[in-house]
C-alpha cells in the first residue's frame, strides 16, 4: 500500500512550493486541501479536506485501493498541521512528510532576524490560556503565536497588558507570501486570517517564577494566612505540572493560589472560600500579581465543589469542621487526584493520617519554624505555629516521578 503524502504548501502561491513537493502534488492521484489551496491543484484531482473526519475516511478508502493520496497542508507539515491528527489515525508508517517553508521562517526573513531559541504557540482553533501565553513572553525573548478570528492581535495586546507584559512590542504578519501580505506594528485593526503574531521582549525572565513569595508581599488582613515556608513545603509535596488544575480548598487570603498560580500558567486555579472576609482579599492579591489563570469560588466545601471542573491536585487548607467530606468527596472524583492538606490541630492531624495512609504516594511532615525577630539591643527566635502537612494521590496508583 503507497503511503499517504503529506505536503507542506510553504508560504501559499505556487512558487512557495518546494520542488519535492510540486513533484509530489503532480504524482498524486488526489490531493486533500483546504479552499485556499484549491488553485494550487488541478481541479480533478481537487478533494475538500473538510469535514475532516470524512475527508480521512475517503483518503483511507482511496489509499486501500491503489490510489496515490497527498494532504496539502499550509505552511510546513510539522508545525501545527494536521500531522499530528493523521499520524493518530493512521500511524507513522502509513505517512510521507514533505517539509515546507513555514509561516515563522517566512516572517523571520521579511525582518531579516533568526528565530533560535523562540518560543512556539497556537491559538489557532485550540485553546490556549492568556496566563500560559504571558508566561512563555515573559521567558523568551521571542515568541510566536499562529492566531485565529477569535484570537488575534487584540486578543494577543489584552493578555500581555492583564499580565503585567505592556511593554512587549506586538509585531502581527498576515497571509504571507500571498498577495494580501501585510505586516503591522501595533495593529489598529485585526488583520486578516492567517495571521501570526511576534512578541518581543526585551528584558525576559528565567523559567517560572520562584516559590516562596514573602508573607508581606500579600494582602491579609485579619484573615488567617499560610505561611511561606508552609507553602513552598506544600508545593514541593503537590507537585505541581505546568497544567495542573488546582482546588485550593479553604483558600483564605489567596497566598496558597497565588502561589499554585504562578506554578501553572497553562493550567487553572480554583480558590474555594466560605469566609465574606477574605473574599476580597483573595480578588485582590490575584489582581496584584496579575493572574489570568484563577478563579473565585465562593461557598463551604464540599458543596461548593460540586460544580467546579475535576482537579488534578487539591489543597486543604482549611475545612470549616468538614474534613471528613471532603475526603469523601475528592476519594470518588473519577480520575487520581494528588492531595496536600494542612493541620494546626492534633484531631485533624490525627484524621489526616488515618484517611490518607493509604493513598499513593503518602507522605507527611510536622514543619515547626521559628524567625529572627529584633528584641531591643537582642535577637531572639519568635516561633510559629507548628502544621503537619500529608500529601498523597487518591483515587488510583500514583505515577511514576
Known amino acids: 500500500?503507497?503511503?499517504?503524502?503529506?505536503?507542506?504548501?510553504?508560504?501559499?502561491?505556487?512558487?512557495?512550493?518546494?520542488?519535492?513537493?510540486?513533484?509530489?502534488?503532480?504524482?498524486?492521484?488526489?490531493?486533500?486541501?483546504?479552499?485556499?489551496?484549491?488553485?494550487?491543484?488541478?481541479?480533478?484531482?481537487?478533494?475538500?479536506?473538510?469535514?475532516?473526519?470524512?475527508?480521512?475516511r475517503a483518503m483511507e478508502q482511496e489509499n486501500r485501493e491503489g490510489r496515490g493520496i497527498a494532504v496539502l497542508v499550509s505552511g510546513d507539515a510539522g508545525f501545527y498541521s494536521l500531522l499530528g491528527?493523521?499520524?493518530?489515525?493512521?500511524?507513522?508508517?502509513?505517512?510521507?512528510?514533505?517539509?515546507?517553508?513555514?509561516?515563522?521562517?517566512?516572517?523571520?526573513?521579511?525582518?531579516?532576524?533568526?528565530?533560535?531559541?523562540a518560543a512556539f504557540l497556537s491559538a489557532h482553533g485550540r485553546e490556549l490560556p492568556p496566563s500560559g501565553l504571558c508566561h512563555e513572553v515573559r521567558t523568551h525573548r521571542r515568541t510566536f503565536v499562529l492566531l485565529d478570528a477569535l484570537h488575534g492581535a487584540r486578543w494577543v495586546r489584552q493578555a500581555l497588558d492583564a499580565g503585567g507584559l505592556g511593554y512587549v512590542r506586538l509585531i502581527v504578519g498576515s497571509d504571507l507570501g500571498g498577495s494580501g501580505e501585510t505586516i503591522l506594528t501595533e495593529p489598529d485593526e485585526e488583520p486578516a486570517a492567517p495571521a501570526i503574531a511576534l512578541l518581543e521582549n526585551d528584558r525576559p525572565e528565567a523559567g517560572l517564577p520562584a516559590v516562596g513569595l514573602e508573607d508581606a508581599a500579600f494582602v491579609r488582613g485579619s484573615v488567617p494566612m499560610t505561611k511561606r515556608e508552609i507553602r513552598v513545603q506544600a508545593l514541593a509535596m503537590l507537585r505541581l505540572p505546568m497544567d495542573a488544575v488546582v482546588w485550593d480548598i479553604g483558600a483564605g487570603t489567596g497566598s496558597v493560589t497565588v502561589e499554585c498560580a504562578r506554578q501553572c500558567p497553562n493550567g487553572q486555579v480554583l480558590a474555594v472560600e466560605r469566609e465574606a472576609e477574605a473574599l476580597p482579599l483573595i480578588r485582590e492579591n490575584i489582581r496584584r500579581f496579575r493572574l489570568q489563570n484563577v478563579t473565585v469560588a465562593e461557598g463551604e466545601a464540599p458543596e461548593a465543589l460540586r460544580t467546579l471542573p475535576?482537579?488534578?491536585?487539591?489543597?486543604?487548607?482549611?475545612?470549616?469542621?468538614?474534613?471528613?467530606?471532603?475526603?469523601?468527596?475528592?476519594?470518588?472524583?473519577p480520575s487520581p487526584v494528588r492531595v496536600c492538606a494542612s493541620a494546626v490541630t492534633l484531631e485533624s492531624a490525627a484524621l489526616l493520617n488515618v484517611r490518607m495512609n493509604g493513598y499513593g504516594g503518602f507522605e507527611a511532615v510536622q514543619l515547626s519554624v521559628s524567625r529572627l525577630e529584633p528584641a531591643g539591643s537582642v535577637t531572639m527566635l519568635r516561633a510559629q505555629n507548628p502544621v503537619f502537612l500529608f500529601a498523597g494521590t487518591a483515587g488510583g496508583q500514583e505515577a511514576e516521578a
Open 1 to 56: 500500500m503507497n503511503r499517504i503524502c503529506v505536503i507542506g504548501a510553504g508560504p501559499g502561491p505556487a512558487q512557495g512550493l518546494t520542488l519535492e513537493a510540486r513533484r509530489a502534488l503532480e504524482e498524486a492521484d488526489a490531493v486533500y486541501a483546504a479552499q485556499r489551496y484549491a488553485g494550487l491543484i488541478p481541479p480533478e484531482k481537487c478533494r475538500a479536506l473538510l469535514p475532516l473526519e470524512a475527508a480521512i
Open 85 to 117: 491528527r493523521l499520524r493518530e489515525e493512521m500511524g507513522p508508517q502509513a505517512l510521507r512528510v514533505i517539509p515546507g517553508v513555514g509561516c515563522v521562517q517566512t516572517l523571520c526573513a521579511r525582518l531579516c532576524i533568526g528565530w533560535e531559541g
Open 310 to 333: 475535576c482537579p488534578s491536585h487539591v489543597f486543604i487548607g482549611g475545612s470549616g469542621g468538614h474534613l471528613g467530606e471532603i475526603l469523601d468527596t475528592l476519594e470518588a472524583l
